[in-house]
């Protein structure tokens, strides 16, 4: 925002706001200690979610949230193109996906997700800054399955992977549908 906007205070306020919050949960979950895990199989089926995100802050915090999550393996992309290409290869349970890349927008990602036989079926839940007003209207028409607004809210987003991405026991390896 502060690149793309410059003198704009209100968007640089904004910027701020935002970069302040994402800080604050990320020193927040470093300094909290884990809380043991639910008691689980011996072999827990894994789950596989796709992150598409090119700010390291947000993808630094998402791993910090999914550790939560031992039966989560988390792939991140920081391109719509190399996001594309792990979805086709690993098939992923759950996309996380920001709509602001710097190769494509959350809309051509999306339409191309959908337009791919083996990864058409795969929930997406788009994370943005953004408010969902006419692009999250558009966004939903492709499909999503819900759009979680930055600061993430990082409850909701725990919640959203264990509704999105639910363990299978008789899943392999988290991947395929």
Known sequence: MLRDEGDDPALAARARELLGAIAATVAALEAEKESPAPARSATPAQRTVLHVEDNPVNVKLVERVLARRPAVRLLTATQAETGLRLARAELPDLVLLDVHLPDATGDEFLRRLRTDPAT????????????PSRSGDALRRLGISEYLRKPIDVGRLLELVDELAPTMPDRGNGGGR
């Open 120 to 131: 058409r079926d795969v929930p997406v839940v788009v994370v943005s800054a953004d408010a």
